[in-house]
């Protein structure tokens, strides 16, 4: 059976899973680079893009997995660029990943604003869908086949799709700093710790990992 | 020199230090037992109260650190009693912890109404101040002589001495759990992270613990 995935999924100590005041020159606004040090770091990040070198560490063991059986990703629509309101018939903005995006599948973008779909090189192309979570699950399973469904982020859409009960693996990267401000990764869910099971693992980096996998429903039933 | 530190102070995934709600029954609030189960397992905890067994491992090793070398405590009024606004006349609760707490030490609970000091049994006394951070800090210092300062939480008082950049050492303790309201340890301390050095090891309770140790303060003017 398919899985719902998340991955290097990054959050300050504050619980911050990036900053405000997104722009095309800040994908994550005022918190720059700081959640996603350790993962540009990594040996992993930097095959996406072709390059050689990076950390081989447990960092890098965590986010080698991202991409491992995804068949489809589901992504925010802050996630793929930093416009909001409708999309302008001349906006020719194909994400920030150049021409070959690292992501080789359909990708699926939650948007209320109708937008053409957008073939890249490799594999990857752009949908925009106006859906609800379980109805964007629906598309993008179908598309992924017998392959697992990546949520890709943002904060905003993890929250909802947790919300919904949809994620059977989390991968979340505690950072330990203090951002202050910007789109909270878990407003309205206390207590979903209680449907996974959570390991923590901490990395000389200093970043934690954490991983939540979905209790069988039927256990998690009787268990409340 | 002695030093300002804080120990075993538990926060939740989504950075809360304690829920909402507290009560002279639920000390914590509306966060119930959920931050310091860890903690009460351990040895250290039930060593404090006269009991034998408890966990050994990691958790325990931070955790028992809290008393050594510390002269004096610093709390805010909410650690001491769930009571708001003037205290009054008749009011005979002494704090949580019986007739002979933990402490051991003068402690120094900070609120804004007059409270008669108390002595309990075993070198404990409350004292109530109603002072800035720094000015707690002197009476606190003068009453520890040569011994550290433990700022005792909770997360207010935490927060309030970050501010003020009076803490050198702190232990954290983040618990895998959303608690989804409570108060929040971070509030207003964007990038406190970067006047500390910071280690993090994770323990198979499933708890982070997070030391901060400051940086010497000319090292850190230039590090900016």
């Not at 001349?90 to 973008?109: L, R, S």
């Not at 192309?125 to 086949?145: H, M």
């Not at 469904?149 to 203090?178: N, Q, S």
């Not at 449907?195 to 979905?214: I, K, M, N, Q």
């Amino acid at each position: 059976m398919p899985l719902v995935r998340v991955h290097n999924s990054s959050i300050s100590l504050d619980g911050f899973g990036t900053g405000e005041d997104q722009t095309f020159e800040a994908p994550f606004g005022t918190a720059g680079q700081r959640l996603t040090k350790w993962f540009v770091a990594t040996s992993a990040f930097r095959a996406m893009f072709g390059s050689a070198g990076g950390s081989l560490g447990v960092d890098n063991a965590f986010a080698a997995r991202w991409n491992e059986g995804v068949g489809a990703e589901i992504m925010g629509r802050a996630k793929f660029g930093p416009q909001t309101g409708a999309w302008k018939d001349d906006d020719d903005w194909k994400g920030w990943w150049g021409a070959e995006p690292p992501f080789h599948t359909p990708c699926f973008v939650l948007s209320h604003h109708p937008h053409p779909p957008i073939t890249m090189e490799g594999g990857t192309s752009f949908q925009f869908l106006d859906a609800t979570p379980e109805e964007a699950l629906r598309v993008a399973q179908e598309a992924a086949g017998d392959l697992d469904v990546r949520i890709g982020g943002g904060p905003t859409t993890v929250r909802e799709f947790l919300a919904a009960d949809l994620i059977d693996e989390m991968h979340l990267a505690v950072v330990p700093i203090v951002l202050g401000r910007g789109v909270r990764l878990w407003d309205g869910l206390e207590g979903v710790e209680e449907r996974f099971d959570v390991e923590t693992v901490a990395s000389p980096s200093g970043v934690v990992h954490l991983t939540f996998r979905r209790r069988p429903r039927t256990e998690a039933a009787h268990g409340a």
